[in-house]
């Protein structure tokens, strides 16, 4: 394709056309993991406001508080949601609810998709005086940051992902919805 159109504008504008076209393929449009990044970033600072005064985690802090045994996370999503991945070692929502008082030694952290839902969930929490912080970025952080996640069988490289606007799982990870 680059070729077509330099063999049709390069002699007309010179070297600015295949200079142009260079940078924009070298850009890779947006696609990389680092857009990616940015992407789940932009989406949960949209949802931030209905929960600002909510304690955050980003998923660098929260591997290393589950590195040391001092964390447990708390997966907001639903069942469908949950079978096909959880972040490793979490409990459901339900299962933290029957008695939440048994994690008071640790900082319980949760998480769904992107954190919109995880994040509502802490903020009602907090109000009934349990101590809850939202996983920035949930579980697509999670997987960006290295952490992984389990289906039940063992380690797996299938996220779900709520739909496709969320499909931004790193290289080697795929969305399902």
């Known amino acids: 394709m680059y070729r077509d159109v330099l063999h049709c504008f390069a002699p007309r504008f010179g070297m600015v056309v295949p200079l142009a076209l260079i ?4 850009s890779g449009c947006g696609s990389g ?3 990616r990044k940015e ?3 932009t989406l949960y600072e949209k949802h931030r406001k209905a929960f600002r005064e909510t304690p955050e985690l980003s998923a660098d802090a929260a591997l290393a508080l589950q590195r040391r045994g001092q964390a447990v996370f708390v997966d907001v999503r639903e ?3 949950q079978v096909v991945s959880m972040i490793a070692g979490a409990i459901t929502k339900k299962e933290f ?12 952290i949760a998480y769904c998709t992107i954190g919109a839902r995880s994040g509502e969930y802490a903020a009602t929490k907090i109000k009934h005086g349990i101590a809850v912080s939202n996983l920035r970025g949930s579980i697509l952080s999670w997987i960006h940051a290295g952490g992984s996640i389990t289906n039940g069988g063992g380690t797996t490289t299938n996220v779900h992902v709520y739909g496709p606007r ?3 799982v790193p290289d080697g990870y795929h969305a399902i919805w």
């Open 166 to 168: 969320w499909n931004l």
């Open 23 to 26: 940078l924009v393929g070298a």
């Open 97 to 108: 609810e029957r008695a939440p008082e048994r994690y008071t030694n640790r900082v319980v």
């Open 33 to 35: 993991q680092e857009s």
């Open 39 to 41: 992407q789940i970033n």
């Open 79 to 81: 069942e469908k949601e």
